[in-house]
């Protein structure tokens, strides 16, 4: 608008520059008869030039310019430009257990619990955002090995990975960067046993999931009088008992550390009385069963010295029970 305003102003100014231009050179250089002859014509051009009326006042468009706030289209980009959080989890405080910061097998996955806590001790939940937990495994040729993290919600990370070669392997386990209190960790990875070598398979038990009957990574058997069959079931914390051919009969035991619950559960033996007795790994005790599965009894605690208490094997157990 204001561009056809210039034009139109350009095109009178013309006319008017054009016509003065012709006035003042006919006054300048022409002679009297000129003058005389070109009077009339002059008078025209300029009466032409003073009936002009232009309709102009002022600039159709003015110099005020608005912004104008889209309040709701505000509010949806700022829903969709994320946020910001902070966490509480102390890393000197946090630490890892379970079987996989201590040994391995080859082909087989490994893993552990890594536990955040906050400067006073207390669980530290993480959000799904974010992965606090940094983990790097080598192997003993050097290369890494791949690692999944999950997080469980409760405060915890579940951490898995499977060795390819045997031989010490180093853990590397870092919250927000800062590695965890016994880290590095030394995990000692074993070669698989070849049970095509060992001889015929006559029977095979369960199956990898959580059901009865089923494993996740089944880790001691020990049989009694009777020829029924019992299994430590390591990642679903419990116990499960078979008869002589392979049929289910019980479970018992759960992911706790009450009586009677277990942190994954490792050796066990079954004395000349039907007593069942347990290594409850990560709750560093030994619980007692009677042969129905019910809860007898307990010893040990999380200690600092390395005795026959902070091992695996119960042999030492069997020679008290019999």
């Not at 192997?139 to 690692?147: H, T």
Request: hydrophobic share 35%; net charge neutral; charged share 25%.
């Amino acid at each position: 608008m204001l561009r056809n305003q210039q034009n139109q102003l350009e095109r009178e100014l013309f006319k008017y520059t054009s016509s003065r231009d012709f006035v003042e050179n006919v006054v300048l250089h022409g002679n009297e008869v000129e003058i005389i002859q070109l009077r009339q014509l002059m008078l025209d051009r300029l009466d032409e030039l003073n009936a002009i009326q232009l309709d102009y006042k002022e600039p159709e468009e003015n110099d005020v310019i608005d912004y104008i706030l889209d309040m709701k289209s505000v509010g949806s980009v700022a829903t969709t430009m994320g946020r910001v959080t902070s966490s509480v989890t102390f890393t000197a405080l946090c630490n890892a257990r379970g079987l996989g910061v201590k040994s391995g097998k080859v082909g087989v996955e490994s893993c552990f619990i890594v536990e955040l806590k906050d400067r006073f001790g207390n669980t530290s939940v993480e959000g799904d955002h974010s992965c606090p937990v940094q983990v790097k495994v080598q192997a003993p040729e050097g290369f890494f090995l791949g690692n999944k993290v999950t997080n469980n919600g409760d405060g915890t990370m579940k951490v898995r990975y499977t060795p390819v070669t045997h031989g010490k392997h180093v853990l590397y386990v870092a919250v927000r960067g800062r590695e965890i209190e016994g880290s590095p960790f030394n995990v000692n990875v074993v070669e698989g046993i070849d049970y095509q070598k060992v001889g015929p398979t006559f029977m095979k038990i369960g199956s990898q999931g959580t059901k009865s009957g089923e494993f996740k990574q089944p880790c001691s058997v020990i049989t009694d009088k009777e020829g029924n069959i019992y299994v430590t079931d390591f990642v679903n914390c419990r116990v499960q008992k078979f008869d002589a051919l392979g049929k289910h009969l019980q479970d018992f035991g759960s992911r706790g550390s009450k009586d009677g619950q277990f942190q994954n559960p490792c050796g066990i033996l079954v004395d000349a009385n039907g007593i069942i007795i347990v290594s409850d790994w990560d709750n560093h005790r030994v619980q007692l069963f009677s042969p129905e599965g019910k809860f007898i009894g307990k010893f040990g605690a999380k200690g600092k010295q390395r005795d026959w208490m902070s091992t695996r094997s119960l042999s030492i157990l069997a020679l008290l029970f019999n």
